[in-house]
């Protein structure tokens, strides 16, 4: 007898991170036995990173949520539920009781509709992830706005690149990056800004490093030495929260030093004159400003030179997290437009920007309108809704009653975590669509457990602006997230909108609802150029490069809109002296991803293979430290403390700075953090707080 089983190869997406590399699944037994690149995927150029071939274990981890749960609190505060579907539900354990996706999704419609009779449509809020396919997202969102009729509908951009979309916008009127990743080829010179690319985009760093290495032309900007400023020209440590003030000086030295494309100015830009003499009156703008701040003098040098190879060669800038998760986020944004609107490194080949998207669908999930400010398309909503951290407050105060979290773990990845469980524990109602029992499904009445990215069929827009259609690797009886809302909504007696039986009729709507960007991507277009995508906006062709002619502001001129650094933290205790001290208060603390994790870890975490090389998140801090801090240390800001961290020590890290990851709930890192978020769009400041260090080990007893 034959028992050799017949391998299949399925052509798909990672699910990772925002890069979007294409995949290939060898599948036996409907079970991914191996995943690879293939020698000619456009976007992976034959190699993934370790959690895009390892990190698949999680599809068929023992904890998955298989049936949904309802939470046995829950029901002993709605009585009548409780009483009403009592026959359909069953004992799962202590905490939980079980049922089918029909009584859960019947239930759940039912205390929505109590609420919403009660306290009125806008006591509903909807807060989703972007893990998920853009069908899933924009269903949330029409769920959200028309089916239960609230416009708070938001997604994890809020965490991330928000300010990316917020400067962008302001300024050449698309939140999005404006080439191809293979246009890193063409390029003569690359600046990377607060994005450790190595780890949290490798194969985009790939690129970035093939081209250092032969050009020599790279400048990294980071508060530590990452990995890829090996590979540097520049190696350009700043101290915390001085990337506007950074950006600035590069424009003023561009300006004072007449290196700016006169007539790409002219022609494809407004409100010039009024930057030019603002920003060069600025003190702070100089870069001779540096010569006084302590331990960063070089940069008075540094930067202008960085500023005049990137004015004179055709350059590109990529940036991560490091630039939007501060206070003045968005302001940094638009100071990186505005280097490109003055150099004319925009609109054409090998010259750009590239917000370095975080979650392998953040784009898509903002495409397809989940924010409270944008309908899809980034058309105006008929009424805007709160953001996130509006969200929470919200639900503190007792406006919002009830909350849907698709795919997010806002118990784990937002700041102020002590405040956030508060706020949810006021709720009448928490709905969970996900993978696993992350820590917000842990905190939720209704879990409904769905397909994950390697199950089903969706679209996927990566941080390039590439489509691509991901096929299923594996069956799964599992619904999918767009399923769940549409059972949801005809529950609630909405089937006009919801009339959905299939990924793409949802798809074929988003056509025509945004059909400046997608009308022309019909899924038998998408399949066929599986392998290359297409990049948006797409009608008879795709379009790999934006703002060839003009930039998608109203008037297709690009604006200046000038942001003067505002002195504080770091570099002002510098200048005042009180910076370099002894004591173990007054820590700067950044934080940041891992190559082996992503997010939450709520997949990687399931991967043994990845697990193994960063099981919990380590603290690194300089050498000087070692004989301070020994082994383990506690945190502790003005908001809270985190658990106990192993230290590691580098002389990446600056005297007196701090660096950790956070993809473990354990560690509760995201307690030290507070409100404090960018000014315009709320997005937390995750890359400084000021902390102190409690040694909890021998070295701090005996020294
Ligand atoms: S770089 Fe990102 S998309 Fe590519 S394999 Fe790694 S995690 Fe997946």
């Not at 895009?52 to 309802?70: H, L, S, T």
């Not at 009483?83 to 004992?91: C, T, V």
């Not at 490194?345 to 953040?362: F, Y």
Request: charged share 25%.
């Amino acid at each position: 007898m034959n028992d050799r089983v017949e391998a299949k190869e399925i052509e798909s997406v990672c699910t990772y991170c925002g890069v979007g590399c294409d995949i290939v699944g060898v599948v036996e037994k409907n079970r991914i036995v191996k995943v690879y690149a293939a020698k000619d995927g456009v976007v992976s150029q034959g190699k993934l990173c370790i959690k895009g071939k390892y990190g698949y274990d999680f599809v068929e981890a023992a904890d998955r949520i298989r049936e949904p749960r309802i939470r046995r609190r829950f029901l002993d505060r709605n009585p009548e539920l409780a009483e009403r579907f009592a026959e359909r539900l069953k004992p799962l354990d202590g905490e939980w009781m079980r049922t089918d996706l029909e009584t859960a999704a019947e239930l759940a419609a039912a205390k929505l509709e109590e609420i919403r009779q009660t306290h009125g449509p806008k006591s509903f809020a909807a807060v989703g992830g972007a893990r998920t396919s853009c069908e899933s997202a924009y269903a949330f969102q029409k769920f959200c706005r028309e089916t239960m009729g609230s416009p708070h509908v938001d997604n994890c951009a809020r965490v991330c690149h928000s300010p990316s979309l917020k400067g962008m916008r302001a300024t050449i009127g698309e939140g999005a990056a404006t080439n191809p990743y293979n246009d890193i080829y063409e390029t003569e010179f690359m600046i990377v800004i607060g994005s450790n690319t190595l780890e949290a985009h490798p194969i985009i760093a790939n690129r970035i490093v093939d081209m250092a290495r032969t050009h020599n032309n790279l400048a990294v900007i980071d508060v530590r030495r990452t990995k890829l400023a090996k590979q540097a020209k520049y190696n350009c440590v700043i101290p915390f929260e001085a990337n506007l003030l950074i950006l600035n000086m590069m424009a003023y030295v561009i300006l004072d030093e007449e290196l700016y494309d006169k007539e790409f100015v002219a022609n494809r830009t407004k409100n010039f004159e009024e930057y030019r003499e603002k920003i060069l009156k600025d003190p702070t703008a100089d870069p001779a400003f540096f010569k006084k701040v302590e331990g960063y003098e070089y940069l008075a040098k540094m930067i202008p030179n960085i500023a005049r190879e990137y004015a004179v060669k055709r350059s590109m800038i990529f940036w991560g997290l490091g630039i939007t998760e501060h206070l003045d986020g968005s302001y940094a944004v638009m100071a990186l437009t505005h280097l490109a609107l003055l150099t004319g490194n925009i609109g054409k080949t090998g010259a750009g920007l590239m917000p370095l998207r975080g979650q392998n669908n953040v784009q898509g999930a903002c495409d397809m309108g989940c924010l409270p400010y944008y309908a899809p398309d980034y058309q105006p909503p008929e009424e805007e809704g709160l953001m996130t951290p509006q969200l929470i407050d919200a639900m503190e105060k007792g406006t919002i009653k009830a909350l849907l979290n698709m795919g997010e773990d806002i118990a784990h990845i937002h700041p102020n975590l002590n405040k956030i469980d508060k706020a949810l524990e006021n709720l009448e109602l928490l709905m969970v669509q996900e993978l696993f029992m992350t820590g917000i499904a842990r905190k939720a009445d209704i879990v409904i457990g769905v397909k994950s990215a390697y199950e089903k069929t969706g679209v996927y827009i990566n941080a390039m602006r590439r489509l691509h259609l991901s096929q299923p690797l594996v069956e799964s009886d599992l619904p999918d997230d767009w399923e769940v809302l549409t059972l949801l909504a005809r529950k609630l007696g909405d089937e006009e909108n919801f009339s959905f039986e299939s990924s793409e009729d949802v798809w074929n709507e988003v056509r025509r609802v945004a059909p400046r960007r997608f009308s022309g991507a019909a899924y038998f277009r998408l399949e066929r150029h599986r392998k290359r995508g297409m990049q948006w906006p797409i009608y008879h062709e795709d379009t790999p490069i934006l703002h060839l002619l003009d930039f998608r502001t109203e008037d297709g001129l690009g604006r200046f809109v000038y942001r003067p650094w505002q002195q504080r933290g770091m570099v002002e205790e510098i200048l005042r002296g009180v910076f370099y001290r002894e004591s173990l208060e007054g820590y700067y603390l950044t934080t940041g991803r891992t190559l082996a994790h992503y997010n939450n870890a709520a997949q990687t975490g399931r991967s043994e293979k990845l697990d193994a090389r960063h099981a919990e998140d380590l603290l690194w801090a300089n050498p000087e430290e070692e004989n301070r801090f020994g082994e383990r240390v506690i945190l502790r800001s003005a908001h809270g403390e985190c658990e106990a961290l192993k230290v590691a020590y580098s002389d990446a890290i600056r005297s007196r700075t701090l660096y950790t990851t956070f993809h473990h709930a354990t560690s509760r890192i995201n307690a030290l953090f507070g409100d404090e978020s960018d000014e315009l769009i709320l997005t937390a400041r995750f890359k400084s707080v000021k902390v102190e260090v409690i040694p909890v080990g021998e070295a701090w007893a005996g020294s």
